[in-house]
């Protein structure tokens, strides 16, 4: 029951997408993957899935690698800083909406934070939505900081159960510190890392409200994404059987990228998994 709940949306999408009609509502015509083709051909989606891979990969380097060295500083907190444990909730519980006015301000080119603090340096700060690189930038970090809490909680738990004498055992082999944590406390944990990157990945690549929100897919379709082109297709354009295809593609490529996660943690396994 459950799986057939699941699986409905999926097998309507994939239905849906093989018609297309003038108009919502109007007579559909069987048109087979005649909407995948136009998608493929048209330079602008090309570019939409490029821009998409530029999004994900710089949200997944930065989120992973911010994870990591978070969860490792948290798993050492003692005493009284345990509270801080909890705090790394919070962004995750503030709306994606709600993050990019919130990160919209913080770079605004006239009295943003980002460029109050470069000015201090004599750096004069740069036009953030202006610039299509920057813009990027921007929802990059906007978009981590809405996710990062999740992957650093899945890490954290993995590294709580890692048993105290293997780290003491490395320390007498003379393994402290970055050492330490690369041959031992990672591949450790490796599973753990392998769910946050997935987590982190769905989210990112599905997430509409802080790059919609921040910049509207511009400047230029510098930051128009599928979940962009999918919003637009929707619900401006009308064209519901060419979004219903956007959805299948973006669920394949969500597979694939599952699949290719799992498939390098499996060469780290270390016995967790099953």
């Known amino acids: 029951m459950v799986c057939a709940l699941l699986a409905f949306p999926v097998v309507y999408a994939a239905w849906g997408s093989l018609f297309n009609s003038d108009r919502i509502g109007g007579p559909q015509e069987f048109v087979g993957i005649q909407q995948y083709v136009d998608l493929f051909t048209d330079p602008r989606f090309v570019r939409t899935i490029n821009t998409t891979a530029v999004f994900v990969g710089g949200c997944l380097i930065l989120g992973i690698s911010l994870a990591l060295i978070f969860a ?3 798993n050492r907190a003692i005493g009284g800083l345990r509270f801080l444990r909890g705090l790394t909730i919070i962004p995750y519980v503030v709306s994606g909406v709600a993050a990019a006015v919130m990160f919209r301000l913080v770079f605004n080119e006239d009295f943003g934070w980002v460029n109050r603090t470069l000015g201090l340096f004599g750096i004069e700060g ?9 813009a990027m930038v921007a929802v990059i970090v906007a978009q981590v900081w809405t996710d990062l809490p999740l992957a650093i909680l899945l890490i954290l738990g993995g590294l709580q159960t890692v048993d105290p004498a293997l780290l003491d055992a490395a320390d007498v082999d003379g393994a402290t510190g970055w050492k330490r944590a690369w041959r031992v406390s990672i591949p450790l944990v490796t599973p ?5 990157t997935v987590w982190f990945s769905y989210s990112v690549l599905t997430a509409l409200g802080v790059v919609l929100a921040m910049t509207g897919g511009g400047p230029v379709r510098a930051t ?5 082109e999918l919003y637009t297709a929707a619900f401006k354009d009308f064209e ?4 219903l295809a956007i959805v299948i593609v973006v669920l394949g490529i969500n597979a694939l990228l599952t699949l290719a996660y799992v498939g390098i943690g ?7 998994w099953t």
């Open 72 to 74: 490792f500083a948290l």
């Open 192 to 196: 753990q890392i392998v769910l946050a």
């Open 266 to 272: 499996r060469r780290y396994d270390v016995g967790s």
């Open 126 to 134: 740069p036009s953030w939505f202006v610039s299509p690189t920057l």
């Open 224 to 228: 128009r994404t599928l979940p962009v």
């Open 240 to 243: 519901t059987h060419k979004a």
